[in-house]
């Protein structure tokens, strides 16, 4: 049986999936050893059916990434260019790309931002912090679209007076990672009130957009937000449309699929020629959205929901991040911020990490978490789980730039 896939298997699919199988075959090591175990000859990927192919395949883990991309810088020509992951949530990833590749992940990246209205008369601010090196791709992307301005714009340590420069270029378009945001609020809110800013669209990437940010930036701000979904493995996978509802996944240089227990995205690259992908596990959680959307267009779409490592079991019961968040801050007018820590000492202890300011809702929070989440309600009352709450400045959340929503540090059994 086939898995389920997020596109309809045309012919074009079809013939770059081969063109992938083999490219894979005849020039990686790795891969030749896992269609050999799978049974897979090269008779079978010159002329069998590449979907089934690529379904008898065992899905591949992070770990494969180290070889592949050394083996990537041997037998691949033209390398002109390294991607790497910012690296404080887990090892770094590596991903050599070639003149080719980077070409048409530009092309992708254009059309991506053409999906959100970006179009020649956008001035648009790459917001960094020093050295700019994350946002070189989408600049260049920029430019391949044809936008009126793009600026690199990286700032140091001294960003306050190094924003207060920002205004003389009137941006309508802003591309940054949250984090960053939140820390330039008050700096960049001073020439952004209301319609008087020049400021239309804010772009986001890398990391996941707070509730609270996203709200304050259409409501106060009055901007579109977009957030851009990419992966340092692979190129470009997805942006959010101007219906916001959920991201599109670009179906013409990626397949996707999603494993059933967690519901976690896998890619299979279709053009990705210096390190190609087959079904590989991005670690994503999502959920598909079904049906039409209103914008228009027939890519997939999902909702991306966290990392996988954002799950965690007690005495067999799973719980995720976002649904624990969603519960806890349901009654309150809007999400904030919060860390899971699981400890043990005589039995298991739940820490819930919030602001400081959440201190006075203390019983309301606990009231909606527990309403909400039966399971944990069930463990808490009958003593096998310990809750508790800590709060922290509110800096602490802001300061790192992918901060580990849950760390569980009980002893292995
Ligand atoms: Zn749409």
Redesign the pocket.
Known sequence: MYPQFFSSLTKEIELKLRSTLLNCYENFNFYRRRFKESGVTYDDLASGSPVEIMSSLPMLGGDSLPELSSESISSIENIVDMETSSGTTGDRKKRFISQRDDLSDHRLMAEMFRFCSINQNDRVVCLDTDPAYLMISFARALDLLGVEEVYNYAVGPDFRRELAKLPPLEPTTIFTVPSLLERSLAELEEFQKGPSGSVQKIVFLGERVPNALRTRLEKEWEVEVFSYYGAAETSSLGIE?T?H?GI?LFTTHNLFEVTNKPPELVVTSLKQATLPLLRYKLGDLVDHIPGE???G?SYP?VKVNGRVGDTFTIFGSDFHYESLLQSMYRDQNEIGFMQINITRTDRDVLTIVVPEEQRVNEKFLKQSLLKEQMELDFLVASRFVDLQFLYVDQEYFQSARKMKLVTDRRPRL
Request: contains cysteine.
């Open positions: 449309c219906a509802e599109h959307c209103r914008c267009s779409r």
